[in-house]
């Protein structure tokens, strides 16, 4: 597996995992644009909204397009990879939350 196969796989858990929570499992692309950085991952804007794209497509989440935003909102299946109770192929799985 190349490292960007890796480091897809790492993105997507982590947006997923801060959809979880966020309020009403919902937020922007911009708020994860900034929120990402904290759990050392550091994607474009564009690598965001790709992602985004291609869990809406696996029923992750689903998205919004506001003016000048990409709005996710967690699914059920998504909330249940985010807790480890579902795999997803392309998504990592979680480690145990602190």
């Not at 937020?27 to 985004?52: F, Y």
Request: charged share 20%; net charge neutral.
């Amino acid at each position: 597996m190349s490292f960007a196969e890796h480091y897809a796989k790492h993105l997507r858990i982590a947006i997923l995992r801060v959809l979880s929570g966020a309020p009403s499992c919902t937020t922007n692309s911009s708020i994860l644009h900034s929120a990402l950085p904290e759990v050392g991952l550091t994607p474009t804007r564009d690598q965001i909204k790709t992602e985004l794209a291609w869990m809406a497509e696996q029923g992750l989440l689903t998205v919004g397009d506001h003016p000048g935003l990409v709005v996710a909102t967690l699914t059920e299946r998504g909330l249940d990879v985010a807790e480890g109770r579902t795999v997803v192929p392309g998504v990592q799985r979680p480690s145990p939350r602190p």
